[in-house]
């Protein structure tokens, strides 16, 4: 193999490696990028030990949560400035409206940092859906998708006639 000699061998040689390194450092965000766009919002089930169970039921005992008093209970953790917090604040408003046995409880992250630590929120929104007994059913980060948060309402309550 011979190696390019001279200023425009070199320029050359160089160029090639930015390329390179301009071409990996494209494909690696756009990975990351379709990675937190298949999390954002998704529903998930989160199965839990017994002794996380009790520490997430003590967190919405302390909040207030009834979860015995509708089918569905959905928890959202929100901030002021959340945008996307406002909007799933207002879809779930509507949704309740046909839903009888659907409650809502918001609550302002800023003002309960125990909650939110003993809970593992991270961002806002944060949703949890509890069923009658206090289980949690499912749990989503960001704005959950509009059909998804329907469907699983919908699973857990029905729509009134």
């Not at 160089?14 to 937190?36: D, F, H, R």
């Not at 015995?68 to 901030?79: C, N, R, W, Y």
């Amino acid at each position: 193999m011979e190696y390019p000699t001279g200023p425009i061998g070199l320029r050359r040689s160089m160029e090639t490696v930015g390329i390179t390194v301009l071409a990996l450092a494209l494909a690696a965000t756009a990975l990351a990028v379709w990675w937190q766009r298949t999390r954002d919002g998704a529903v998930r089930s989160r199965p839990r030990e017994e002794e996380r169970m009790a520490a997430d039921t003590a967190a919405f005992e302390r909040l207030g949560v009834c979860p015995g008093d509708a089918e569905l209970t959905v928890v959202q953790f929100s901030t002021a400035f959340c945008g996307p917090c406002r909007a799933t604040k207002a879809r779930l408003a509507q949704l309740q409206t046909t839903r009888p046995d659907l409650a809502v409880v918001q609550v302002d992250a800023e003002s309960h940092l125990d909650e939110v630590r003993a809970l593992d929120v991270r961002r806002t929104p944060t949703l949890f859906y509890l069923d009658r007994s206090g289980a949690v059913v499912g749990r989503s980060s960001g704005a959950p998708r509009p059909d998804e948060l329907t469907a699983l309402v919908d699973a857990h309550v029905g729509v009134a006639r």
